[in-house]
């Protein structure tokens, strides 16, 4: 045949009685909600798995004879209702804030704008690279179903982030696929007109047009950026093709259009948020647009910036310096250009936000967000100290451990994680338990009420679709490879056990940098070959991970893990799994034993699959890094304490000892004692007390309520607060900071009095210390007494603050005189401290000022 060919796709029309099916495909509810992905497996079990779990693909495949036949079918038709009903409950109870959100929240309303480079709710809608997309999907889902007034904001990527396959030798193929847009779960946004909605992003000598995709995440909204519109120059319409992919230029032009573009954006669609969180500094550019719309409001800068930040939130979620993006300072200066002319700024001032000791002159989107945010936080309590100690710059005089920087353990939504045997189990004997997620004696009697052998049956029974799953995963790989048919058999007989001789399954899936230590349990294969291989007790290791495309020394742990893994003794033992999703991942947490994680302290700013692994029962074999130094409990898995050795070297191997110690002295062992019964009562008590610990504390839920009480409603009510009277108190706040600037290298403090070594209990310490104020006033400062009472171990206490309050002093030098009396008695010790105190400010240290005495 000659001549051109075309296309035509033909879709099977819904048939009235299934009509409402289009809406249960078009809201990512289905992301977590099991009963409707259940629905549409159950139309077409094959096509389903055919189009990667995805509803409105699947709607465009199915048959019209098969629509038909369910049409007619009276079981299906009442499974459609139920769900159905299970949808429009889920939208009518969320369209107000729960009552959890109500009890936070009070009085105060408004609307949080979330911005993030990735969100990672389901396979079907792939623009996300790993944890931090992850987190934020589960973020939205919690806001979701809390009710919360929330909207979200992103980018358009066409291509996404890559897939990957794994080639015989052990190199990773990235695969950057384009979407077709009608194949997502996304609607085009039109303005009034119904012509799509447009906006601008200045950039250097041009307008960069965007427009504006919608996915319904429950009750509300993301807004996905893309700059693929004709108006736009072909470079400028792939600004938003990959996720991660490009240059320095092309990945703050991304972020010019993430941050500028999303505050547009909201702008254009009439939404007036009350709190911004910038998750992780690639938004943080949305704080420059606020500002400029303040100054063009007619605001000077520093009180429009003041004003911005203290609506503002900041999460940061990496030590790790690759994840923190530092522009050249020509090329900040080449795209900050238009902003600093549009804010009558000298360039040179807009570029100071970015810039600091520690990077020259480069431009870094962490310490721009740092300085434009008044409400910031770590994603752990380890995590905290380190991200304290490395932004310290910030607060200069404050102790770290007293830096306002906050932590938010994060938490996963247990309903999208939770395999779907468990949701079933729970729904069955325990209705109600979505709500009551948080409930830790509600976990726990439950959990510790289900009988060892009906826990162990379903156990095994999540294991073995696990296992089947990733066989069948495998098999494609190896096939793909050009492995024979009757090679892949022997390789993966392991994975289609008889009932009782399963081995028990490790995992280590997540992304391969190098800090995670992938191959850590390769320092010494012997041993390790040794614990896979024992007939009684038969160990199988599952790896699953991507490495960033330009990430050399990680693909490089690939293709050592693949090599091991073709190894004689390694060959049907060890596996490395390619394309880690979202789908691969909610199968590897539902059925592994053992989920290990072995990165370099503290590097794990949290971590969040070990979580997810033990709430469905697994135990966690870690390193006390992230969440994991919160959650180990001592029967509820296993943990590692990290060396603190200055070589790496060394350290790496005193670990990697320690580990596979454990494994065969401990956990193996325990796996595998199962006497007459067929499984072991001390292996599943602590399973147990996985889920009962861990499900009811890092949870999204929990992790939400954190966030609104901690972070969105103070910095709802600050932002209020300073813009007020249009914005006159954060320009007092501004003008007060300046003068306390100027003055505080001058002052000074000194003891007026002689030192008292010993008074009785009751009495007053005499403290007397002259401040030099250097024309500040006596209340600008707050004088603190840190005491610490030594008990008789020789341990301390933890410190209190007794305050100081002023007299009249003469000359701009005022006393400051201790006045309370001090009850306990025991051996103290005491410092005296200042540093500026002002109503307004959002937290006592906020201006980094402090001197001791
Ligand atoms: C949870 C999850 C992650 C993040 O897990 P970490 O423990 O932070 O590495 C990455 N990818 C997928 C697919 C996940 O489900």
């Not at 090329?331 to 970015?354: H, I, K, Q, S």
């Not at 401040?771 to 707050?782: I, K, R």
Request: aromatic share 10%; with cysteine; hydrophobic share 40%.
């Amino acid at each position: 045949m000659s001549g051109q060919k075309y296309v035509l796709e033909v879709q099977a029309r819904l048939p009235d009685a299934l009509s409402e099916l289009k809406a249960l495909s078009e809201n990512l509810l289905y992301a977590w909600d099991r009963h409707i992905r259940g629905l549409f497996w159950r139309m077409d079990t094959a096509l389903w798995e055919r189009c990667g779990h995805n509803p409105k693909v699947f709607l465009r495949r199915i048959s019209q004879e098969r629509l038909a036949e369910l049409a007619g079918n009276a079981a299906f038709l009442e499974e459609y209702q139920y769900v159905l009903g299970l949808f429009r409950t889920y939208r009518d109870q969320t369209r107000t804030p729960s009552a959890l959100v109500a009890e936070k929240m009070g009085a105060e309303d408004g609307l949080i704008a979330y911005f993030c480079a990735e969100y990672g709710l389901h396979e079907s809608l792939p623009i996300y690279s790993g944890g931090l997309g992850i987190l934020a999907g589960d973020h939205c889902k919690a806001a979701s179903g809390l009710g919360l007034p929330f909207v979200a904001v992103g980018l358009m990527y066409r291509q996404g982030y890559f897939r990957q396959q794994i080639e015989r030798d052990g190199t990773q193929n990235a695969i950057f696929q384009p979407h077709d847009l009608r194949d997502l779960p996304i609607m085009r946004v039109d303005g009034d007109d119904g012509e799509p909605l447009q906006i601008t992003v200045p950039f250097p000598d041009r307008e960069v047009a965007v427009q504006i995709w919608k996915a319904e995440i429950g009750h509300l909204a993301l807004y996905l950026l893309d700059t693929d519109v004709a108006d736009n120059a072909r470079s400028d319409c792939s600004i938003t093709f990959q996720l991660y992919g490009g240059d320095r230029r092309r990945r703050i032009e991304q972020e010019l259009i993430l941050g500028v573009g999303g505050v547009r954006a909201l702008r254009a669609l009439g939404l007036k948020p009350s709190v911004w969180h910038v998750n992780e500094g690639h938004a943080a550019f949305l704080m420059i647009e606020r500002c400029r719309e303040a100054i063009e409001a007619g605001m000077r800068f520093e009180a429009a910036m003041e004003q911005v930040a203290g609506a503002t939130v900041f999460t940061t979620h990496t030590p790790v310096a690759a994840g923190h993006d530092v522009f050249e300072p020509d090329l900040a200066a080449t795209y900050l250009g238009p902003y600093a002319r549009a804010m009558n700024l000298d360039l040179d001032e807009l570029l100071a936000l970015g810039q600091s000791e520690q990077n020259d002159a480069a431009f870094n989107m962490t310490t721009l967000a740092l300085r434009t945010s008044r409400y910031q936080n770590a994603v752990s309590r380890i995590h905290r100290g380190v991200t304290a100690g490395m932004e310290s710059h910030i607060w200069p005089q404050v102790p770290v451990d007293e830096s306002p920087l906050q932590y938010v353990t994060n938490g996963v939504h247990v309903q999208t994680f939770l395999s779907r045997q468990w949701s079933y189990f729970f729904d069955m004997h325990a209705p109600g338990w979505r709500v009551r997620q948080c409930d830790h004696h509600f976990w726990r009697n439950l959990v510790e009420s289900i009988p060892d052998q009906q826990f162990w049956l379903q156990r095994m029974s999540i294991k073995a679709d696990m296992l089947d799953y990733v066989a069948r995963c495998l098999t494609r790989q190896y096939r793909r490879q050009g492995v024979g048919d009757a090679h892949i058999e022997r390789r993966l007989a392991v994975l289609r056990p008889t009932f009782g001789r399963d081995p028990m399954v490790m995992v280590f899936a997540r992304r391969f940098a190098t800090y995670k230590r992938a191959t850590l349990l390769l320092r010494d294969p012997d041993r390790l070959a040794a614990l896979l291989n024992d007939a009684e007790r038969p160990v199988i290791l599952l790896f699953a991970g991507k490495a960033h495309p330009a990430d050399e020394p990680g693909q490089a742990l690939i293709r050592t893990l693949v090599e091991y893994s073709r190894k004689p003794q390694f060959a049907g033992r060890l596996f490395v799994l390619e394309d880690y999703d979202l789908a691969l991942g909610r199968q590897l947490v539902a059925g592994a034993d053992v989920w290990l994680n072995t990165p370099l302290y503290p590097m794990e700013a949290c971590g969040t699959s070990g979580q997810k692994a033990a709430l469905n029962g697994a135990l966690n074999v870690s390193v006390l890094d992230g969440w994991w130094g919160e959650g180990f409990q001592g029967d509820n898995g296993w943990g590692i304490t990290p060396y603190s050795h200055s070589d790496p070297d060394r350290r790496d191997h005193y670990e990697a000892e320690d580990l596979l110690d454990l494994l065969e002295d401990e956990v193996v062992p325990l796996y595998f004692n199962r006497g007459d019964l067929g499984y072991s009562p001390g292996w599943i008590a602590r399973a147990k007390a996985a889920i009962y610990t861990v499900l009811p504390r890092f949870n999204a839920q929990r992790m939400l309520l954190d966030y609104i009480e901690n972070l969105y409603l103070p910095a709802t009510r600050h932002g209020r607060r300073l813009a007020e009277d249009d914005g006159q108190p954060a320009a007092d706040l501004v003008a007060w900071k300046q003068r306390v600037a100027q003055a505080w290298p001058g002052v000074t403090l000194s003891r007026s009095n002689g030192r008292a070594e010993q008074i009785d209990s009751g009495d007053t310490l005499e403290l007397h210390v002259a401040v030099e104020l250097q024309g500040l006033g006596a209340d600008d400062l707050q004088l603190e007494c840190v005491m610490t009472r030594v008990r008789d171990d020789g341990e301390t206490e933890s410190a209190i603050c007794c305050r100081l309050v002023p007299e009249n002093g003469d000359n701009g030098t005022a006393i400051y005189r201790l006045a309370e009396p001090i009850e306990v008695p025991g051996l103290y010790e005491y410092q005296v401290r200042a540093y500026p105190c002002h109503p307004m400010l959002a937290h006592p240290f906020e201006t980094g000022l402090m001197r001791w005495l």
